[in-house]
């Protein structure tokens, strides 16, 4: 791999360690224009190397305390079925189709990112450990949306090759009262399901390198160990300033250069 497609796999480890979403938003177009991967085999590959990287971090962040068991088998049952179907239809989707998509949800994670959400002190900074907050909120009562949430995440995850933590982190936030911390380390366990639903899909259907994936995942690897250990040490907004720009950025090379 060049030094750019290894700073890359380590900026989607870190990414993927500080928020708990972004891997395959980085990882995909990493694959794509850095190593000359097939539109279509990126988008399975990314979505393998992002199911590895994100099981080892979401174990690190369970040994923490930091991941709702109970809302990550919900919102990952649902979240697979979906992904796996929408990865069987990204087979036979245009592969113009699927780079718009791609880049108009790199636009929506940048607005995400931007958008300044109102939360309690508790949330961000998770403090009282991982139940804080969550029997007070009722969080049975928020299952079946959190449930169809994960299906329509899943397809999208499917579709365009991307994890869906940014979505999966504000849902978690603002509809079930979890705190931050918490809803990061879940995200993490839940995208790990999705993706590899995800990659299963493809599977048989394009072609994959699985000795570049190896060595794209290992960097992402050791990225996302250095991503949640310096999580604390930055402002989250500057962070999500910085992100969501660079998403921006990219978004509009993709569609220059792949779709205009």
Excluded: C
Aim: cysteine-free; glycine content about 14%.
């Amino acid at each position: 791999m060049s030094i750019l497609a290894i700073l890359a796999g380590a900026f989607t480890g870190i990414v993927l360690g500080l928020f708990g979403s972004g891997g395959s938003i980085i990882a995909m177009p990493a694959l794509l224009y850095l190593l000359h991967v097939e539109p279509k085999s990126a988008i399975a590959m990314s979505l393998g190397i992002v199911a590895v990287t994100a099981t080892i971090s979401a174990f690190d962040n369970w040994r923490r305390g930091n991941v709702d068991v109970k809302i990550s088998l919900m919102f990952g049952l649902f979240g697979v079925g979906g992904t796996y179907a929408g990865a069987r239809l990204g087979v036979h989707t245009p592969v113009a189709l699927q780079l718009i998509l791609f880049a108009l949800v790199m636009y929506a994670a940048a607005w995400k990112m931007l958008v300044k959400r109102q939360a309690r002190p508790a949330q961000l900074a998770g403090a009282g450990g991982p139940n804080v907050g969550v029997e007070e909120t009722g969080i049975d009562a928020h299952m079946g949306r959190i449930a169809l949430h994960g299906i329509g995440v899943g397809v999208l995850t499917g579709l365009v090759g991307v994890g869906g933590g940014f979505l999966i982190v504000p849902a978690l936030v603002l509809l079930s009262g979890v705190p931050m911390k918490v809803a990061v380390g879940t995200s993490l366990a839940i995208v790990a399901a999705k993706s590899y639903a995800g990659f299963a899909g493809y599977l048989g259907a394009v072609p994959v390198d699985y000795a570049m994936m190896a060595g794209f995942t290992a960097v992402t690897v050791l990225g996302s160990f250095v991503g949640t250990r310096i999580a604390h040490r930055f402002s989250a907004e500057t962070l999500k300033l910085g992100f969501a720009v660079f998403l921006v950025f990219v978004a509009t090379y993709i569609l220059l250069k792949s779709v205009i």
